[in-house]
């Protein structure tokens, strides 16, 4: 039984690129959660989907977006990078919002 | 607001000391989830403990225990005769419908345990 998987593991972009990550959940987990962790800090919460809707938000602009597909994998978008946005980005999967939550091992994401 | 306190960055324990982290937590919601989690140095986060804001007993599980408490909104989680496989990242997160089930996370605790 695969958990939660996610790529790629490292990713190094330029500022002002366009990044898109790819999390596919454990089996039969329908809501998919994306985070980022900055080195040094918890995670923060960017969105969720189910349903293939985005169902919350935390407080991140625009620029970050998402999709969530008919199997329930999804992506996670993030246009015009700044180097702020250097960090892990995490995907967690799980039956329910306030279910136990599953968690990739993230991709590493490094703008330069 | 809603909001998760990890007063502690970083403790250092020698193996089979006993060590409890500490987390205090804000929201104004009477219906919320606690838990817990671990970040070894791979970087996944790792599930340890769900606990709903009606249930204050406390849980034990092999080396770990949980001590809730509503009258001082914490949730602290002790290891018992710690291991060097017990250095991690620890992370203590919060989940309530005022903000629609959002978790929130403590900024977490470094642990080392030392042979």
């Known amino acids: 039984d695969a958990g939660v998987t996610q790529s790629p593991t490292h990713l190094i972009k330029t500022r002002g690129q366009q990044v898109t990550l790819r999390c596919s959940p454990k089996?039969?987990?329908?809501?998919v959660s994306w985070y980022q962790q900055a080195l040094g800090q918890g995670p923060q919460f960017i969105f969720q989907?189910?349903?293939?809707?985005?169902?919350q938000r935390g407080n991140f602009p625009d620029r970050f977006s998402g999709h969530q597909f008919p199997n329930y994998s999804s992506e996670l978008n993030v246009n015009a990078l700044l180097l702020g946005d250097s960090a892990l980005y995490l995907c967690?999967?799980?039956?329910?919002?306030?279910?136990?939550?599953?968690f990739g091992d993230g991709t590493r994401l490094s703008i330069l | 607001a809603q909001k998760v306190t990890q007063a502690q960055t970083e403790i250092s324990v020698v193996e089979k000391e006993d060590v409890t982290l500490d987390c205090v937590y804000e929201t104004r919601d009477t219906t919320y989830y606690l838990f817990w989690y671990k970040q070894p140095p791979s970087g996944e986060l790792v599930f340890l403990i769900r606990?709903?804001?009606?249930?204050?007993q406390n849980e034990i599980s092999g080396r770990y225990s949980w001590n809730f408490q509503k009258s001082t909104s914490s949730f602290n989680f002790t290891i018992t005769a710690s291991q060097v496989v017990d250095s991690a990242v620890y992370f203590c997160?919060?989940?309530?419908?005022?903000?629609?089930?959002?978790?929130?996370f403590g900024a977490g605790t470094i642990l080392r345990v030392k042979s």
């Open positions: 989907y189910y349903e293939e809707e985005e169902r």
């Open positions: 606990r709903n804001s009606f249930d204050e």
């Open positions: 089996s039969g987990h329908d809501t």
């Open positions: 997160a919060l989940s309530a419908a005022e903000y629609g089930n959002k978790r929130v």
């Open positions: 967690a999967s799980s039956l329910a919002s306030n279910q136990p939550q599953h």
